[in-house]
């Protein structure tokens, strides 16, 4: 039977290095499930769960630490469940939104679906200046829909709440 553990590795961006993490998962005998690469400045974080046997499993969590200590990374690992979706979890809200990046906009949106017990399975922000000088902030998300929810009520209180914080914001539904 499979276990599953999640890795996060992070450190300095330079060629190769996601090559020496992935040829260590494969080297133990993992399999990569699921994985996120992002880069902040000169600096990466990768996100991934792995699935294997047992010895696969604690090969990765005894080899990996030696691999970050070789190569500067700050590693963490935890056991995991695999991927289960709630059975009530049959839609999802994609969200965009726009506005002029400051302390606390993204607080709102997480406070929002966190009041209503909605689960956020993806989050991207990014801020950018514009030739001007002006910060705005582009925020993705993806949001679970269980079936008791009203998507029209919830899109008419999201859209009252962008409005309050000046932010211009996008719901789409997705089956």
């Given at each position: 039977?499979?276990?599953?553990?999640?890795?996060?590795?992070?450190?300095?961006?330079?060629?190769?290095?996601?090559?020496?993490?992935?040829?260590?998962?494969?080297?133990?005998?993992?399999?990569?499930?699921d994985s996120r690469l992002a880069i902040f400045g000169s600096e990466f974080?990768?996100?991934?769960?792995?699935?294997?046997?047992?010895?696969?499993?604690?090969?990765?969590?005894?080899?990996?630490?030696?691999?970050?200590?070789?190569?500067?990374?700050?590693?963490?690992?935890?056991?995991?469940?695999?991927?289960?979706?709630?059975?009530?979890?049959?839609?999802?809200?994609?969200?965009?939104?726009?506005?002029?990046?400051?302390?606390?906009?993204?607080?709102?949106?997480?406070?929002?679906?966190?009041?209503?017990?909605?689960?956020?399975?993806?989050?991207?922000?990014?801020?950018?200046?514009?030739?001007?000088?002006i910060v705005t902030l582009q925020l993705q998300m993806t949001v679970e829909?269980?079936?008791?929810?009203?998507?029209?009520?919830?899109?008419?209180?999201?859209?009252?709440?962008?409005?309050?914080?000046?932010?211009?914001?996008?719901?789409?539904?997705?089956?």
């Amino acid at each position: 039977m499979d276990q599953y553990l999640v890795l996060t590795a992070m450190g300095r961006n330079r060629p190769g290095i996601l090559s020496k993490i992935t040829q260590l998962i494969t080297e133990c005998g993992c399999n990569i499930e699921d994985s996120r690469l992002a880069i902040f400045g000169s600096e990466f974080t990768l996100l991934m769960m792995l699935s294997g046997n047992h010895n696969a499993i604690a090969r990765v969590e005894v080899s990996l630490p030696l691999l970050g200590a070789e190569h500067d990374l700050l590693t963490m690992i935890k056991r995991a469940l695999g991927h289960q979706q709630e059975k009530s979890v049959r839609r999802w809200a994609e969200i965009s939104a726009s506005g002029p990046d400051k302390p606390g906009l993204i607080d709102n949106f997480t406070r929002f679906f966190a009041e209503r017990d909605l689960n956020i399975s993806s989050l991207s922000a990014r801020s950018e200046a514009d030739i001007d000088g002006i910060v705005t902030l582009q925020l993705q998300m993806t949001v679970e829909l269980s079936d008791d929810i009203d998507e029209s009520t919830l899109n008419a209180d999201l859209e009252k709440m962008c409005q309050s914080i000046s932010v211009d914001c996008h719901f789409y539904l997705v089956s």
